[in-house]
């Protein structure tokens, strides 16, 4: 079975590949497709548009973080459920773990999903220039399906034409069209890159504009066509594949739930369906607008997201505080990931000082600082837990400003952290007591699916001892 896809790359960051992404989505929707998008790399942003413009959650596509096994089987899991699926790469097309391979690159996506790949292209301080990076990126992997081009941020028609022009007689492929700059498409950025949808904006005439461009300038029909090409799609069944192994007890569905508002909204949806299908039945709440956790709770993710910017709401809301507090006195497995660190210190200090009480589970205070901590990490439990065993590894990533000042030392730390570079020091990280779990780093669950299943065992376990 063919699943029509195609892939969005680019040679390098800031090239305009959301904002295309989101107008083709939106363009190819208004036609009456139903459009499965993906996005490359351990994004939480990016995704939230993809999601708005097609009506359809967005999933991720992390190769260093997911098994690449896991990764192929995932991506048609979804894919064979809409009628074309597009993903958006990340960085440059061969930008990855290393300098020497692909690994963890949005080429090697394109490879192991058998996806063809459209390359676009900055032409805004360049011309005739242009078809010598696309000849090179056209032969620099003779494994890599590379379908056609789109020419973004030309000066006008004659420069457009005349790239578009000298690159197809260069390579033989296919230029979709070119697009002119429009400054009424830029998207609003804040310290962590574009602001989430999960808040308040002019999300839908952003997508709206997006489509109107799109659908002016680029060649649909031939992009829709070039999507046939795509390799056929294994018929295997992962997550079936799972819930037989793990031989479920399907009796008791214990309810997580899961912190999903303005402030908390980083989350896997993998995660998710991986949790789901290990037999929890998922339930929304918002810290920042609700005063108690979600009737039959029997576990709680606070996802990652910007809690520094709703400081001020979030301190006042003694009733979430309370109730917070008192699932951790009665042991319910609490996993709190980054924003969801933050926000069960003692405080936040945001970014112009302003110091706010938090909910307080955790010793210490979280202060803004101007220094990003971004990568992957390679992460190695320091001991026993309701989550991990004692030096099982596991990868996942961290991207924050914040800093957890004044942590107790002798308070057990969650993991022993290296980042994805072999040469640097293992640190320790975290927090991790009784049933608490917290940690700046964000977890893939498909990187080792069992902690889905021990998630849920666990919070089975505390059903069963409530009733």
Aim: proline share 6%; aromatic share 8%; glycine share 8%.
């Amino acid at each position: 079975m063919t699943s029509p896809r195609f892939l969005l790359a680019a040679p390098a960051s800031s090239t305009g590949k959301t904002t295309i992404m989101v107008g083709l989505i939106a363009a190819i929707r208004r036609r009456g497709l139903k459009i499965q998008p993906f996005k490359a790399g351990p994004d939480y942003i990016d995704p939230g548009y993809h999601t708005l413009a097609a009506g359809r959650s967005c999933r991720n596509l992390d190769t260093w973080m997911i098994p690449p096994e896991h990764l192929s089987m995932l991506f048609h899991h979804h894919a064979q459920k809409a009628d074309i699926s597009i993903i958006e790469g990340v960085m440059g097309l061969f930008d990855g773990q290393n300098y020497l391979n692909d690994a963890g690159s949005t080429a090697q996506i394109a490879k192991k999903t058998g996806t063809p790949v459209i390359l676009i292209l900055d032409a805004a301080r360049a011309a005739r220039s242009m078809a010598a990076i696309a000849l090179g990126f056209q032969k620099f992997d003779p494994d890599l399906h590379l379908a056609g081009f789109i020419i973004n941020f030309v000066a006008g028609e004659n420069h457009g034409q005349g790239v578009s022009d000298a690159i197809e007689e260069a390579t033989g492929l296919p230029v979709l069209g070119w697009l002119p700059r429009n400054p009424t498409l830029a998207i609003p950025e804040r310290h962590l890159g574009l602001i989430p949808t999960a808040e308040t904006g002019q999300w839908d005439e952003f997508i709206s504009a997006a489509e109107k461009h799109i659908s002016r300038y680029l060649d649909l029909d031939t992009l829709l066509e070039l999507a046939q090409q795509a390799k056929p799609a294994p018929t295997q069944n992962l997550l079936a594949d799972l819930q037989r192994e793990w031989q479920l007890q399907t009796s008791s569905r214990p309810i997580i739930a899961v912190a999903r508002d303005e402030a908390f909204n980083f989350i896997y949806e993998e995660n998710l369906d991986l949790l789901r299908a290990a037999g929890a039945e998922i339930v929304f709440f918002s810290p920042l607008k609700d005063k108690s956790l979600p009737a039959g709770t029997s576990g709680i993710i606070l996802s990652g997201g910007f809690p520094e910017i709703y400081a001020e709401k979030l301190s006042v809301n003694d009733g979430m505080r309370q109730a917070l507090q008192s699932a951790h006195k009665g042991n319910l497995p609490i996993y709190a990931e980054c924003g969801g660190l933050m926000v069960l210190t003692e405080s936040i200090t945001d970014l112009d000082g302003q110091e706010f009480p938090m909910f307080a589970l955790l010793p210490g205070k979280s202060l803004m600082t101007k220094k990003l901590n971004m990568g992957y990490r390679q992460a190695q439990a320091v001991d026993n837990s309701w989550l991990l065993k004692k030096g099982e590894e596991i990868r996942g990533h961290e991207f924050h400003y914040s800093t957890w000042e004044n942590r107790p030392d002798d308070l057990p730390s969650a993991y022993s952290l290296i980042s994805s570079r072999k040469q640097d020091e293992p640190y320790l990280e975290g927090a991790s007591f009784g049933s608490l779990w917290a940690s700046y780093v964000h977890l893939p669950f498909w990187n080792k699916p069992e902690l889905a299943l021990r998630f849920v065992e666990s919070c089975r376990e505390r059903m069963h001892k409530k009733e």
